[in-house]
């Protein structure tokens, strides 16, 4: 059995969340949750902090550069013969005069600031993410 470990941002700016659409198809294969609402967050590479992972995880998918706070909500599930851990670290943008969101189009397809998740009304909604916003 095998562990992954996931380091996400919950980003907030001037009261405001930013969330970000995963695509249907990810590098050329079939996305988790696809056109799904999420946050910015990945895997934790052999060797990395998982602060760092958050950190750069912002970096390579909304162009953003973040200070982390405290972690607010973690979870794990097994998927086969992995168990997936997820951390989302509370964070906030690092120089507020740079909040322009610049997406890698791989991943993601839209960004929203969002005030709650009701402004994602009628939208798919990553599940951890309702435990997190509102």
């Known amino acids: 059995m095998g562990n992954k470990l996931i380091a996400h941002s919950l980003i907030k700016h001037q009261e405001k969340y930013l969330v970000i659409r995963r695509n249907k198809i990810k590098r050329g294969k079939k996305n988790v949750y696809p056109a799904y609402w999420d946050i910015p967050g990945g895997r934790v590479e052999d060797g990395e902090l998982p602060r760092d992972a958050a950190i750069r995880e912002c970096r390579e998918e909304v162009g953003l550069e973040v200070e982390l706070e405290n972690i607010i909500h973690e979870d794990s599930?097994?998927?086969?013969?992995?168990?997936?851990?997820?951390?989302?670290?509370?964070?906030?943008?690092?120089?507020?005069?740079?909040?322009?969101?610049?997406?890698?189009?791989?991943?993601?397809?839209?960004?929203?600031?969002?005030?709650?998740?009701?402004?994602?009304?009628?939208?798919?909604?990553?599940?951890?993410?309702?435990d997190l916003i509102d």
Request: hydrophobic letters at 45%; a negative charge.
């Open 77 to 130: 599930n097994l998927d086969g013969n992995i168990v997936f851990t997820r951390l989302v670290y509370a964070s906030h943008l690092l120089a507020v005069e740079k909040n322009d969101v610049i997406l890698d189009l791989e991943e993601h397809d839209q960004y929203k600031w969002i005030n709650s998740l009701s402004d994602l009304a009628g939208e798919s909604i990553v599940p951890y993410l309702r």
